[in-house]
């Protein structure tokens, strides 16, 4: 298809969306947009105020709750383009760049911790969203969504996992970025034999969607202002974990889904979310590598329905 004009997608995007011929790509793209959200920090930071970006689509639910997507480690709500198009037939539906992360301003007075990253979700929550949502965090958006859970029971009515990172340990980060943790390593990753490596081991079928699309796709918000420092901020401070215990505090019915063939986290971490939350199904995806919403977007999209349809 014919390539897009800068000038058809928001002009805080990078110049390279120009590139992308991935069509959900484009149509996702072209759907976001910004807020700027006032977010009491951590000291000694404090107040700051950061444009936000993210998707709203999809029908006004009317008493249903809304669905809240978060993306994974060093990524963009992009990820979610063929799965928010199936979703958004049914359920009114926000995707989030987090705090660091995407398309949303990174200023440079801010340290980001998982502490930060929560604050910034939680003031998009309270301004944005306004009651209770379906949470859905995809790898390290998994552990987001297990904690703000767990911090906001009142915000969150159910939680879906899409093989989904947690368990205080070494942080997602560190399997992606070399020591030290500086310049030298965001130059690392963002070198593109690498981002596409990373990018093929996360399919179980990479000569079917690892395409150059897919890679530009995840490569895009490097062209954001302070992408590096901020991921080293990030990365710094330890990236987002959470512990067993606070893992088990959250109520709200838990949908696992996990690829059958995931290469990054590797399956048994679905079986020990399964026995650590204490209402959850987990729901293996055949054929599937760490990215169902991506390889299986129509088999994900078909779980998560029939799980919100289940009282």
């Not at 990524?75 to 383009?81: I, T, V």
């Not at 990753?189 to 093929?200: D, Q, S, Y």
């Not at 987002?240 to 590797?266: C, E, F, K, S």
Request: hydrophobic residues 45%; glycine residues 8%; aromatic residues 8%.
């Amino acid at each position: 298809m014919p390539t897009k004009a800068v000038t058809d997608f928001p002009d805080f995007l990078p110049p390279a969306i120009a590139a992308i011929g991935d069509p959900d790509a484009i149509a996702l793209a072209q759907q976001i947009q910004r807020q700027a959200l006032t977010v009491s920090l951590p000291e000694p930071v404090g107040s700051q105020t950061i444009a936000t970006s993210f998707v709203a689509a999809g029908p006004d639910s009317g008493d249903r709750a809304p669905l809240l997507l978060i993306h994974g480690f060093d990524s963009s709500l992009l990820e979610y383009r063929r799965l928010i198009p199936p979703l958004a037939e049914r359920h009114r539906l926000y995707a989030i760049d987090l705090l660091g992360f995407g398309f949303t301003d990174r200023p440079a007075p801010v340290a980001y911790t998982a502490a930060a990253v929560k604050a910034h979700l939680h003031r998009f929550w309270e301004t944005v969203i306004q009651r209770p949502a379906i949470v859905v965090g995809a790898s390290m958006g998994g552990a987001v969504a297990l904690d703000f859970a767990a911090t906001y029971p009142d915000a969150v009515e159910r939680v879906i996992l899409l093989d989904s990172a947690g368990f205080v340990g070494k942080p997602l980060a560190s399997r992606f970025l070399i020591e030290p943790l500086g310049k030298l390593a965001t130059n690392f990753l963002a070198n593109p034999k690498v981002r596409n490596g990373i990018g093929r081991n996360a399919y179980c079928d990479p000569d079917t969607w690892a395409t150059i699309d897919a890679y530009r796709c995840g490569a895009l918000h490097l062209g954001m202002d302070r992408w590096s420092e901020a991921l080293i901020s990030f990365t710094r401070n330890g990236g987002y974990t959470i512990a067993a215990d606070r893992i088990a505090q959250v109520q709200q019915p838990t949908l696992i889904l996990w690829g059958d063939r995931d290469r990054i986290l590797g399956t048994a971490p679905a079986q020990r979310f399964a026995a650590t939350l204490p209402q959850n199904q987990l729901q293996w995806v055949p054929q599937c590598g760490h990215v169902p919403h991506l390889e299986q977007a129509e088999f994900t999209a078909i779980a998560i329905n029939e799980f919100l349809t289940t009282p």
